[in-house]
């Protein structure tokens, strides 16, 4: 038998997040499975049988065989040998949160979905996720990103399952499994991993030119977003909506971060990948810990329910076209806050299954031939994931509306249904219950709409164009974004071994820009060749993540560099100064422990041999160390240089950035005399550009 536990014996974390409240029965999310499920102090079976022993088999003497009779064995290994559950073929590197969607009350107009109406509150659980790697890949590759969000409203769970570009590869999901059996690693080597800078990948995009949009997106900055707060989400799709009147619009939905768009740099999502490759889930769990909500508006862009389904020429059921927010602004109708973490990864952010057919009464697809195979694939996918139909009754997927579906047995049926008439119409039940809804009780009925026509396997010809949108992409970007693309595409195309491949994609960015093509070429070492890309596109300046104004800065990381004798008042004044914005101040020094300077200490967060620049939206070096030196310092700040972060000094402080290589008279750097709220204004607002772009043509001259 074990050693008798220690009665004030309590478990330790190994987690720096504080232990989570023990919830009681009433706290449970709706659904939960009834009883006393893991609230004993004491050790059971899955039947509730106590336990004395846990580490010891039963055998047939101390040295003899185990016996079959070891029921708790038996439980144990075959439970463990099943933990782990079919990882999603897409999306399978996710990382999710709870919250809350609270509605703007302007949206009646539009539609009449109950949690849009009014200034309705709804919880939601959200899903961030990449679309190539596998659960082990890194946070920080290049890739598509899944925004997907369960409302769990009153007329039961609405699932916007989107992405943070606006488009897709493919016009019909009948390609999906090709999209992304190209997109995926090699099937002979099983690389690489979590990238599409490799030939398959490419040799399709080139063979499939309606790609060419969603390829731009790709590769711009919109592939390695910095963090999920900053990332903006679409629906992708166009949706119909129906009002009270049964009166009908079509529309798209945008999510908008409240901190603004914001990207790494390609260099930087490397060093993520390595240093941290856990970099956005860990920046999303640390800054809700720190009471710090990821936030997003939700915006809708109305556009008319015309017969031919187009708005200003455009094809509303084409995936891989945009409405330019010039020619429909977007309309925000309500506000999203992230701000509790899971409970258990595996309980919540893994087994949630979310389902572009989970629609609530005002909310209807269109026949857009995308989002017609995401209805089948998406319930279908879950039966295999999660064994079986009763994925509903996990508590994560557990709608908060009442139900009683007349659905029986299966797998996993935790339910424990009565009576003998799970049919309908019937006479044996209580008053013949369920009985159907009516309109007027909240009934999904579907607006009736004329469909006719062959049964073909053909495209519309609105579908032919591939360019034009990619044209208007690379028209919006700026400067220094078209050099990224031009970089990420250079990358990836040299990463082709088949020169064909690289060729035949030349051919096809020659019909979006010939300068883009050019350059590109020019990289690769091949002559480009000569293509018919759109001579008048108009740019879209929503498309461009750069911005003119500071945004908000919650969620950002400050770090202030410092050893003994450093200024620790002026530390002090910097963090409360930084912590009143929402943002993060850590403390990093040549080792670990703390600072001293006289009677005052600081705690030393990290030191220059545990961190990376990746780490840190700012670095500020503090006054009274003017002689610290050191490579990994010197390496660090190199870093933020060229990554055209902000950096800044008080004091003699400055004396370390010129002994580093440091330009003081560069974009975007800070100096100060002390710490007072003129070093702290340009801060925060050097800080809420994100980057100091002027910054970048002097480090590409270097």
């Known amino acids: 038998m074990p050693p008798k536990r220690k009665a004030s014996s309590a478990p330790r974390r190994a987690s720096a997040a504080p232990e989570a409240p023990a919830r009681s029965p009433e706290d449970r999310p709706v659904g939960a499975a009834e009883g006393k499920l893991q609230t004993s102090s004491l050790l059971t079976t899955a039947q509730g049988v106590r336990l004395p022993d846990t580490d010891h088999s039963l055998k047939a003497g101390t040295r003899g065989p185990t016996l079959m009779d070891d029921f708790h064995l038996r439980e144990k290994i075959t439970h463990f040998d099943h933990e782990r559950i079919p990882e999603r073929v897409v999306h399978a590197r996710g990382a999710a949160a709870h919250g809350t969607f609270t509605a703007y009350g302007n949206a009646a107009a539009a539609t009449k979905a ?8 709804t919880p939601v659980f959200v899903r961030f996720s990449t679309v190539l790697g596998s659960r082990g890949s890194a946070d920080t590759v290049r890739d598509v990103r899944g925004f997907a969000v369960k409302f769990y409203t009153d007329e039961g769970n609405f699932d916007l399952v989107g992405n943070n570009m606006p488009v897709f590869f493919i016009q019909d999901g009948i390609k999906f499994p090709d999209i992304i059996h190209a997109g995926k690693p090699h099937p002979d ?18 063979l499939h030119t309606e790609a060419t949009h969603h390829v731009m997106w790709a590769m711009s900055d919109r592939g390695i977003p910095r963090s999920y707060r900053t990332m903006e989400g679409f629906g992708v799709h166009t949706f119909r909506l129906v009002n009270a009147k049964d009166e009908t619009c079509l529309v798209k939905f945008h999510w908008k971060p409240v901190a603004g768009i914001h990207s790494l740099v390609w260099e930087e999502a490397q060093i993520a990948a390595g240093a941290d490759p856990d970099f956005h889930r860990r920046d999303m769990a640390d800054a809700i810990d720190a009471g710090t909500p990821l936030e997003f508006e939700l915006g809708i862009q109305i556009m008319p329910d015309s017969e031919d ?3 200003e020429g455009i094809d509303l059921l084409d995936p891989t076209k945009i ?9 925000l109708i309500g506000k999203l806050s992230l701000d509790r973490n899971p409970t258990n990864y595996f309980a919540e952010t893994e087994q949630v299954a979310f389902h572009t057919g989970n629609l609530v009464p005002g909310i209807e697809v269109t026949d857009d031939p995308l989002m017609q195979a995401r209805l089948f694939s998406y319930l279908d996918t879950q039966l295999t994931r999660l064994g079986g139909p009763n994925f509903t009754q ?8 009442a139900v009683n579906d007349n659905l029986r047995d299966g797998m996993h049926q935790t339910a424990v249904h009565r009576g003998i008439a ?7 039940g209580a008053e013949g219950e369920p009985v159907p809804a009516e309109v007027d009780e909240g009934a999904f009925v579907h607006v009736p709409r004329e469909v006719s026509g062959a049964k073909v396997r053909e495209n519309p010809a609105s579908f032919a164009d591939h360019f034009s949108q990619a044209s208007l992409f690379w028209a919006s970007m700026t400067e220094v974004e078209r050099v990224h693309i031009i970089e990420a595409f250079t990358f990836e195309l040299g990463k082709c071994y088949e020169q064909p491949i690289r060729e035949r994609m030349l051919g096809v960015l020659a019909n979006v820009d010939a300068e883009l093509c050019a350059a590109v070429a020019a990289g690769l070492g091949l002559p480009a060749p000569k293509g018919t890309p759109v001579a008048d596109a108009v740019p879209s300046p929503a498309l461009s993540q750069i911005i003119v104004e500071p945004g908000p800065i919650a969620g950002r990381v400050i770090g202030v560099v410092a050893a003994d004798g450093a200024d620790l008042p002026g530390i002090t004044k910097l963090r409360r100064a930084v912590e009143a914005q929402g943002a993060v101040l850590r403390l990093l020094a040549p080792v670990g422990g703390t600072i001293k300077r006289a009677r005052s200490t600081q705690t030393v967060e990290r030191t220059f041999l545990t961190t990376r620049s990746i780490e840190y939206d700012a670095l500020v070096v503090a006054d009274g160390n003017p002689e610290l030196q050191d490579i990994k310092l010197t390496v660090l700040l190199g870093e933020l240089f060229r990554h055209c972060k902000t950096i800044g000094a008080w004091g003699n402080g400055v004396e370390v950035l010129t002994a580093a290589g440091i330009d003081t008279t560069a974009p975007g750097i800070v100096l100060g005399d002390a710490i007072g709220k003129p070093f702290t204004t340009e801060l ?4 809420g550009l994100h980057r100091a772009w002027d910054r970048a043509a002097q480090v590409m001259a270097e």
Do not use: M
């Open 114 to 121: 109950g949690f849009l109406q009014g200034k309705q509150e």
């Open 189 to 206: 080597r099983e690389i690489p991993q979590a990238q599409s800078a490799h030939d398959t990948f490419w040799d399709f995009v080139s």
């Open 309 to 311: 389904q187009t708005f």
């Open 323 to 331: 409405v330019p927010e010039e020619l429909c602004p977007v309309q």
């Open 394 to 401: 996990l508590p994560i997927n557990c709608p908060h509306a």
């Open 422 to 428: 799970p049919y309908l119409p019937n006479s044996l």
């Open 684 to 687: 925060f607002a050097a800080v």
